[in-house]
């Protein structure tokens, strides 16, 4: 196990989390960032990330938004709920339909990391082809399988994808 994945397992493991993202969509593009989880290990996924308790949904998400792209948000309609578990890493995640309201764009840093372990290596607007040329096992699953960016904005209900409960 390297360096950084002991610390995403002691920061994120062994304990349910809950999740906000938001789906950013402009110009026929989705707004992903590269996670580096491990050695070569990567996920692409939309910018969101764990709920501080006394905040709200909203509240989070914009929280998350800030330090992960330097954008404001507005929070837009509910998308689906996801949830991962890999052990050790249990999530349940809920997606949003953001607007970009203000701010700049400019790939962030996680606060609850050191600087010499940050996730985030890379972020991008990709279109439809950029993200189908990702490799699955680098994007989040809800991505594998959509043919346009209409279809993000047609997820409804609850998604696990078959999980991994027992490894």
Same mark, same amino acid.
């Given at each position: 196990?390297?360096?950084?994945?002991?610390?995403?397992?002691?920061?994120?493991?062994?304990r349910?989390?809950?999740?906000?993202?938001?789906?950013?969509?402009?110009?026929?593009?989705? #707004?992903?960032?590269?996670?580096?989880?491990? =050695?070569?290990? !990567?996920?692409?996924?939309?910018? @969101? +990330?764990?709920? *501080?308790? $006394?905040?709200?949904?909203?509240?989070?998400?914009?929280?998350?938004?800030?330090?992960?792209?330097?954008?404001?948000?507005?929070?837009?309609?509910f998308?689906?709920?996801?949830?991962? #578990?890999?052990?050790?890493?249990?999530?349940? =995640?809920?997606? !949003?339909?953001?607007?970009?309201? @203000? +701010?700049?764009? *400019?790939? $962030?840093?996680?606060?609850?990391?050191?600087?010499?372990?940050?996730?985030?290596?890379?972020?991008?607007?990709?279109?439809?082809?950029?993200?189908?040329?990702?490799?699955?096992?680098?994007?989040?699953?809800?991505f594998?399988?959509?043919?346009?960016?209409?279809?993000?904005?047609?997820?409804? +209900?609850?998604?696990?994808?078959e999980?991994?409960?027992?490894?």
């Amino acid at each position: 196990m390297t360096k950084l994945e002991k610390e995403i397992e002691e920061k994120f493991g062994g304990r349910l989390r809950t999740r906000v993202n938001g789906v950013l969509i402009q110009d026929e593009k989705i #707004l992903m960032i590269k996670h580096k989880m491990g =050695e070569n290990k !990567f996920l692409w996924n939309v910018p @969101g +990330g764990g709920m *501080k308790y $006394g905040s709200s949904v909203a509240e989070n998400l914009k929280r998350e938004y800030l330090e992960e792209t330097g954008l404001e948000i507005k929070v837009g309609n509910f998308l689906c709920t996801y949830e991962y #578990l890999h052990k050790p890493l249990h999530a349940v =995640e809920l997606y !949003f339909e953001v607007e970009a309201i @203000g +701010g700049e764009l *400019k790939m $962030g840093k996680d606060p609850e990391l050191s600087d010499d372990l940050q996730l985030i290596t890379e972020m991008s607007f990709l279109d439809i082809d950029n993200l189908a040329f990702i490799k699955k096992e680098e994007k989040h699953r809800l991505f594998w399988g959509i043919k346009s960016l209409n279809d993000v904005r047609m997820w409804k +209900g609850y998604f696990n994808f078959e999980n991994n409960y027992l490894k």
